[in-house]
């Protein structure tokens, strides 16, 4: 009896706790042994919220990738992701038609920077293209997206 009251409270708090936004397994997980229940209830929970497709980690990757890739780099989103306690394997599978080094993350990482440059227009060229690198590799660039942004935009017009 007082098992089901706890698993009936678990998948209660865990429907509050998804009314916000999507969550990972791990991020549920995590979330319910903070409010003291058992590893048996936070299984058994886990498994029922994704039967119900209310967790899904695949669903959360995706919808993570298409919202913050304006904003991050390749390396970002795969360090954000996995700190959020999606599988490695999960990020890995679809991640797989990104690249660090591609166009369109090239574009993504210029347009950032073409930005950000505008607060550094009174430094010095050497403080302002480290400034800028430091913003790109904080947004989780490649080092070869980097310097080669930097460069176009020190060299070129910031059109």
């Not at 913050?68 to 890995?92: F, M, N, T, W």
């Not at 991640?95 to 660090?100: F, R, T, Y």
Request: overall charge positive.
């Amino acid at each position: 009896m007082k098992a089901e009251q706890s698993e009936k409270e678990a998948l209660e708090k865990a429907f509050r706790y998804l009314a916000q936004r999507d969550r990972t397994r791990g991020e549920m997980a995590a979330y319910l042994a903070s409010r003291g229940y058992g590893e048996g209830v936070i299984a058994h929970t886990l498994q029922r919220l994704t039967s119900l497709g209310y967790i899904d980690d695949r669903r959360f990757v995706r919808q993570w990738i298409a919202w913050r890739r304006r904003k991050s780099g390749y390396h970002r989103l795969r360090q954000d992701l996995l700190a959020r306690g999606v599988e490695r394997q999960i990020v890995d599978e679809e991640m797989a038609d990104l690249s660090p080094e591609d166009e369109q993350e090239h574009a993504i990482a210029r347009e950032l920077a073409r930005q950000r440059m505008l607060r550094y227009c009174g430094d010095a060229p050497e403080a302002a293209a480290r400034k800028l690198a430091a913003y790109l590799a904080r947004r989780g660039f490649a080092f070869g997206i980097i310097s080669k942004v930097v460069r176009e935009l020190m060299d070129g017009p910031l059109a």
